[in-house]
């Protein structure tokens, strides 16, 4: 297949969601039942409303809200006309109004058009009440051109809220034909004044990865490529391939190298742009795929001068997502990481602090706060020199249902008996020490099968207290 010059592609081996059956089966919506949703869930993205609320969003819409800066957190999940969505949730936005919320959603759908048979479609899930209810739009835009050729699937995986209040929503196009390649063409940016109305600002380079305020400008980071703008409606820049990169002796990387850099993540601190950048195994020459070679963190003062000149140094890892406070750069992901030298040396903060997947939100100019799951969450009130879990609820044990006795659902787990009394809403502790499992009920017993060699459990006061019986050859326990 022939692409046009100037467009970079991507191979991709992530597994998106794929859009459901048309029919509706039993079975085929379940609603979560206890407390905390899921525990150990991990959340994708966080963001604060106008109103100081924090909201993120992870798996199947699920929610966590707070309104006291992550100190106690609720739960709930994002729902349109009742029912539960679909797609994947890729990024969330405090967008509209003091209650306002945007978020995207992805999903795999026939294409439209096109050569290959299934392309990403991308929807807007709106709330204008801090997230209590949603609605869903389907994105105005499903293909995108460059010199003559459209490209469909849509797949926008950020949002960005500007200095000015305007909202940028950027990705990539995405196709595939067997749901296991998905072919990432080019980079795009819409905008939107209302977060309803869109209008396309660039389709270019890309795929892109990172939007970031740079000093009452703009700067967009992705497959090599560096785009920079006032106001995020005109945008120029460069692919890599065109810039000068030299390590901190002067050698240049060679064109390859540059060529194969994905600037993954972009920060401007102390008048310095700081990417993190993954140099990926090329196939053929000009597609990337997820093969990694090398790791940079790339500085420069001045990138999008004449010059067009930065700085490689080569890292172990990449460091998250990355936030510019008073202290220096701060990096959240497998870790909290800083540095005081523009991103040249890291140093770790805090190795408990785990969001691998970026939810993470600058509440203050040194204030973040970090969702790792349903039940973790850090904050650093000192520029990311020191993290304190906020969060740390008990959680429940992964429960296997093993059926309805007297009224009451039993579940066992860990060699425990749990029991809940409300369908399923809430659990509590039966019995522990309890191995064994099958458990039926004969009268008003209860036998549990499974508790070790020649015998069964027996309770007669419907779990609370259990008694080991010895089944011989021929005989029966009594």
């Not at 064109?255 to 993540?265: H, I, M, P, S, V």
């Amino acid at each position: 297949m022939q692409f046009p010059k100037g467009l970079v592609i991507g191979m991709s081996l992530v597994l998106l969601a794929v859009e459901g059956a048309w029919g509706q089966r039993v079975g085929d919506e379940w609603t979560p039942r206890r407390g905390d949703l899921t525990p150990g869930l991990q959340y994708t993205a966080l963001t604060q409303t106008g109103t100081g609320r924090l909201i993120a969003v992870g798996q199947g819409g699920a929610l966590m809200i707070s309104d006291d800066g992550g100190t106690n957190w609720t739960f709930d999940r994002i729902e349109v006309g009742g029912r539960a969505i679909t797609g994947v949730v890729t990024d969330i936005e405090g967008f509209g109004g003091p209650a306002g919320v945007v978020a995207l959603m992805i999903e795999v759908v026939d294409s439209s058009g096109g050569r290959f048979p299934f392309a990403v479609r991308t929807s807007l899930l709106r709330s204008a009440d801090n997230g209590r209810t949603w609605t869903s739009q389907v994105f105005p835009f499903e293909s995108a051109q460059f010199l003559g050729t459209t490209f469909y699937g849509v797949n926008l995986t950020g949002l960005h809220k500007t200095p000015g209040g305007i909202l940028l929503a950027y990705g990539t196009t995405t196709v595939t034909s067997n749901f296991i390649v998905y072919w990432s063409v080019g980079g795009l940016i819409y905008r939107s004044n209302d977060g309803s109305t869109w209008t396309e600002a660039k389709f270019a380079f890309g795929p892109l990865s990172k939007i970031a305020d740079a000093g009452g400008r703009l700067v967009a980071t992705g497959l090599s490529t560096a785009l920079d703008s006032a106001d995020g409606a005109g945008w120029n820049g460069y692919t890599m391939s065109s810039a000068s990169v030299a390590t901190p002796d002067g050698t240049q990387l060679p064109f390859e190298t540059r060529r194969a850099l994905w600037l993954q993540d972009v920060a401007v601190v102390g008048g310095n742009y700081v990417a993190q950048a993954v140099q990926f195994i090329p196939k053929d020459g000009f597609i990337s795929t997820s093969r990694i070679d090398a790791l940079y963190t790339l500085v420069s003062p001045s990138p999008f001068d004449g010059a067009r000149a930065w700085t490689a140094y080569e890292q172990p890892r990449l460091y998250g997502n990355s936030f510019a406070t008073g202290g220096g750069l701060v990096g959240v992901g497998v870790g909290a990481y800083r540095s005081a030298n523009f991103g040249q040396s890291w140093t770790l903060a805090d190795a408990t602090v785990i969001a691998p997947e970026g939810a993470t939100v600058q509440t203050g100019p040194s204030t973040l706060v970090t969702v790792g799951s349903s039940n973790a969450a850090w904050r650093s009130t000192n520029g990311g020199s020191s993290w304190t879990k906020i969060w740390s609820p008990p959680v429940g044990p992964n429960l296997r249902m093993v059926g309805t006795f007297f009224g009451t659902l039993f579940a066992t787990t860990n060699n425990e008996i749990w029991t809940s009394l409300d369908n399923g809403l809430t659990w509590q502790l039966r019995a522990a020490g309890q191995n064994g499992f099958g458990m039926e009920q004969v009268g008003n017993r209860l036998i549990l099968g499974g508790a070790g060699a020649s015998s069964v459990r027996v309770s007669d006061d419907q779990g609370f207290t259990w008694q080991t019986r010895t089944v011989g050859g021929n005989s029966s326990a009594t």
